[in-house]
């Protein structure tokens, strides 16, 4: 049985970092792609990051390249995304996510269409950024 359990959000001032964490099971990390996505009040959901594990390629939404960074752990079976210079416009609740048929590109996860396609979701944490 897939599970993907998130933590680490919290509050934190404009300029601040936090990093989430998103513990699996029912599956290896390092076997399947694995992405963050967020939705914020009154928003679509929308792809973050996510990293392949053939080649280990990481892509970003372009809002948050250069300050946010995915990897995984395979010892802990956990995914991980640093986030610094965290703005107010990063406040949202952050899900991580894989399917099967997830397939991390540049484009996919810019895609507005990719969180409907993905099967298993964490249940979510909240990241509030105040300025």
């Known amino acids: 049985q897939v599970q993907l359990v998130e933590s680490g959000g919290g509050l934190v001032q404009s300029g601040g970092s936090l990093r989430l964490s998103c513990v699996a099971s029912?599956?290896?990390?390092?076997?399947?792609?694995i992405g963050w996505f967020r939705q914020a009040p009154g928003r679509e959901r929308e792809g973050v990051s996510c990293?392949?594990?053939?080649?280990?390629?990481?892509h970003y939404i372009d809002s948050v390249k250069g300050r946010f960074s995915i990897f995984v752990d395979k010892t802990q079976n956990t995914m991980w995304l640093e986030m610094n210079s965290l703005k107010p416009e990063d406040t949202a609740v952050y899900y991580c996510?894989?399917?099967?048929?997830?397939?991390?590109?540049?484009?996919?996860?810019?895609?507005?269409?990719?969180?409907?396609?993905?099967?298993?979701w964490g249940q979510g944490t909240q990241v509030t950024v105040s300025s």
């Open positions: 029912g599956f290896t990390v390092g076997n399947v792609v």
């Open positions: 996510a894989t399917d099967p048929n997830f397939y991390c590109t540049e484009g996919d996860i810019r895609s507005s269409w990719l969180p409907s396609l993905l099967h298993y």
């Open positions: 990293i392949s594990p053939t080649d280990n390629q990481a």
